[in-house]
Every structure is written in structure tokens, then in C-alpha cells.
């Protein structure tokens, strides 16, 4: 198979940054994905359905000057959780129509969540306003105790924390974001209907030897961490299982070059130019391409309660170069996953 056609796919995890960063990154994403829910992890963080609107109309406004198929991206937003977050602001978020989900950050878990959640008795009476008002909560799920060994901290949270909170908000929706271990795998296809989640291209990709075998490679740095390949393979097995429980979901997460490539690099993998020849990459591996469309453009939308694209897109194999570097705005760049490095499809 050489070509092969899908619906337009959708994104359901994604940073694009503000300013122009923002203007800088949202084509390429735009130009492939129908729809993507944007995080709220900006500074300030989006807390308000306010800022989310504001925030939405300036990405409005960089897909359409991109033009193309970009023209047409349907941007959905996300609240930023915090203890000060207030019942009201929900119903105000799901009377918007624009916001789909709320996030959990336990504050310290990755970039820009100083501002999440320490205690999170503290926000049970805004998940039990979701609850009711069917928001989605997305869930950055990952312990922050400094204990706790930095690669087992997704399984710690699954148990320790998601796990309770599944069983305490029964009707609640649930989406535990780019899920890295076996254990999180198994806890979401074991959950009721209620819990899915989203599957990043790197994680699908590579395990923890990418970053930190024959010399570190800040730009393999995320969170949650690359783990062991028993893991990944947990991760492609629930990909192209075809369960409706998992769906794509980048979390490319563009930062400077510097900010990377330097003695206390950031979190997040810029992988928005490469992120859907990567997952055509791992399907094929599997000798599932078959069942790339429902994952990357029916299922998620599906769990939301939104429209899948009705446009369609090929993607064909041809070999074509990442770039070394891409443009972030202000004079910076950001390197790409994969920067230089050859892919075999390519979206057309
Ligand atoms: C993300 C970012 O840079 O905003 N970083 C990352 O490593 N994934 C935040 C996140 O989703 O954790
Ligand atoms: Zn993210």
C-alpha cells in the first residue's frame, strides 16, 4: 500500500503557545488536523472561559491567515483547573460551546503547572459541576512526591489517585493524557466507558534509549518520560487494538532551541510537522494502517460529543526530510523530532 485515504484526522492534545510562537506553529498542525483541543498551559494559564475564547479567536485568526486547508481548523479549548476554579466557571465553559475539557495539572508535574492542583479534595465540587454537565476532565497523570523515581510516576498516579477519582465520579468523563506505561494502558481498557485517553507519536515511537543511550538528546525530553520498551509496547498494542478507548493525541509541544538544548532542558517534543507520518510509521509496523482512521479521526471525536471531519486526506509514501529547524517567532526556532532525519509518508 502506497497511498491510503482517511478522514481529515483530529488532534486532542496539543500546546500551541501564544504570541508569535502561536502564529508560528498553529499551521502546521492546521494544515493536517480538522479540529485539535488546545491546552491551557500558557502564562498566564487559561483559567476563565473568557481568556479560552480570546485565546481561541487568535488561533482563529493564525489557521486562517495560513489559508489551505488550515482555513478550516476548529480549534476546541480547555480550562486550566485550579483550586480557585469555581463551579460557575464551568457551566460558563460548557454554555460556550467552544470548551470541551478542563485540565488537571498536579501543580509541579510538567511545564507551566505551578498554578495546578496540590490537594484534589480542593476541586471536588468543580468535578462534580463536570460531572453533571458532561466537561471532560483531562488528566496530566503523573505524582509529583519527589520520592517517587521520575519513571514510575504515571503508574503511582493510576493507582494512587485516577483510579480513586474514576470511582468517585462515576459519570464523569475522563481522559487520562498521553499515556506511557503498561499500567496505564491496562487501567484505562479495564475502566467503564467513561475513561479513555490519548496516545502521543513518540511515545508510540520510542522508548527511553532514544533520549539517553550514546549521549543525551534533549529533544526526546518530555513528560511523562520516554519509558522502557515494554511499555511502548503496551502503548502500540492499545493504539491498533481498535478500541474506541484510545485516540491521538500529539502533545507537541514546541519550546526554543535553547530552552532544550541546555544544562536543565525543558519538557515537550515539537513533533506537530511530522506527528501524523510518525503515527502512519507505527501503525505500519504493526501491520495496522487499517486501523490508523479510527484512531486518529474517529474515536476521539466520538468521546467528545463532536463532529469527525467529513473531509478526506492521503497520505502517500514518499521519503521526505524534517527539517533542521523550524521558525518559533521573535528570532527563535524550534527543533523538531526527528530534525533531519528521513520520514517514508508524507500527507498530501
Ligand atoms: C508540555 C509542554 O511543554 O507544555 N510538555 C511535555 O513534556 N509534554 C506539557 C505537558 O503536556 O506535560
Ligand atoms: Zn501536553
Known amino acids: ?62 489557521a486562517r491567515a495560513a489559508g489551505g486547508r488550515a482555513a478550516s481548523f476548529v480549534p476546541w479549548m480547555t480550562l486550566y483547573l485550579t483550586e480557585a476554579t469555581a463551579p460557575q466557571e464551568i457551566d460558563r465553559a460548557v454554555d460556550s460551546g467552544a470548551v470541551l475539557a478542563a485540565k488537571l495539572y498536579p501543580a509541579g508535574a510538567t511545564t507551566n503547572s505551578d498554578a495546578g492542583v496540590r490537594r484534589i479534595e480542593r476541586i471536588y465540587p468543580v468535578l462534580e459541576r463536570m460531572q453533571q454537565r458532561g466537561l471532560v476532565l483531562c488528566v496530566h497523570g503523573e505524582v509529583v512526591d519527589p520520592e517517587v523515581d521520575i519513571f514510575d510516576r504515571e503508574a503511582v498516579f493510576v493507582e494512587g489517585v485516577l483510579a480513586p477519582l474514576v470511582a468517585r465520579f462515576p459519570g464523569l468523563k475522563v481522559v487520562l493524557e498521553h499515556v506511557t506505561t503498561a499500567e496505564g494502558v491496562a487501567f484505562v481498557r479495564e475502566a467503564p466507558e467513561t475513561v479513555a485517553a490519548t496516545l502521543t507519536a513518540h511515545h508510540l515511537r520510542y522508548e527511553r534509549n532514544a533520549m539517553l543511550a550514546g549521549g543525551i538528546r534533549p529533544h526526546f525530553y518530555c513528560l511523562p518520560i520516554l519509558k522502557r520498551e515494554r511499555h511502548r509496547r503496551a502503548l502500540v498494542e492499545a493504539a ?78 514518499r521519503p521526505w526530510t524534517v527539517p533542521a529547524a523550524v521558525p518559533l517567532g521573535e528570532g527563535e526556532e524550534v527543533v523538531p523530532l526527528r530534525a533531519g532525519e528521513t520520514m517514508g509518508w508524507v500527507v498530501e
Request: neutral net charge.
Open 1 to 62: 500500500m502506497d497511498r491510503i485515504e482517511l478522514l481529515r484526522p483530529a488532534d486532542w492534545h496539543l500546546h500551541v503557545r501564544q504570541g508569535e510562537a502561536m502564529r508560528a506553529v498553529v499551521p502546521a498542525s492546521a494544515a493536517v488536523f480538522a479540529q485539535a483541543l488546545v491546552m491551557p498551559n500558557l502564562k498566564p494559564p487559561v483559567t476563565t472561559t473568557a481568556a479560552a475564547l480570546a485565546y481561541r479567536e487568535e488561533i482563529l485568526a493564525a
Open 240 to 317: 491498533t487494538s481498535g478500541s474506541p478507548k484510545f485516540f491521538l493525541g500529539t502533545d507537541s509541544a514546541p519550546h526554543p532551541r535553547g530552552a532544550k538544548e541546555s544544562a536543565c532542558g525543558c519538557a515537550g517534543c515539537y513533533t506537530a510537522p511530522l506527528a501524523l507520518p510518525l503515527y502512519a510509521e507505527v501503525f505500519e509496523a504493526a501491520g495496522a494502517l487499517d486501523r490508523l482512521e479510527g484512531f486518529a479521526s474517529r474515536f476521539g471525536a466520538r468521546f467528545y460529543g463532536v463532529a469527525e471531519s467529513t473531509e478526506r486526506i492521503a497520505l502517500v509514501r
